[in-house]
């Protein structure tokens, strides 16, 4: 049976389409090359970063960063993605003195922060825990790259890295 296109069908079909499109862009759903929440995506990856990523099979990492230079202090999620394994960004850059906080989601069972070997820098959040409240604040006085962890996840994927410029 074929059906004719009403001018009714097609106004609303049309309107349809257009406010679902509007309401996308406005609620983050649309493509905007921003990160999402301001940062711009960089595709110029330091290699250090992208091979320690890309070698660890790091969940979230697309082969880009965000650009988070200019903020005084970055959240980071612990316990993101669809079964809480991954860090989100997964590889941000940041200017010298910057502190990132890490956020746990409370996804994933138990999480912590530890730097990689290789890490311009050494910390640590101590023992893994699972509790959505608890956070890890770091500032990054110097430019480097940082590379981290989940000690627990470490196999599947929870990796994560920083690009500290001056």
Known sequence: MTRKLSRRRYVVGTGTALTTGVLAGCSGGGDSGD???????????PSEIDDYLTENEARLYDGALLDYTGEDEVAVDVGAGDVGFAFDPAAIRIDAGTTVVWEWTGEGGAHNV????GSASDFDSGDAVDD?????????????????????????GMHGAIEVVE
């Open 114 to 117: 530890a730097s990689a070997e």
């Open 35 to 45: 990160g999402g929440d301001g940062a711009e995506t960089i595709d110029d990856v």
């Open 132 to 156: 959505e409240s608890e956070t890890f604040e770091q500032s990054f006085d110097d430019a480097g790259i940082q590379l981290y962890y989940c000690t627990p996840h470490e196999s599947n």
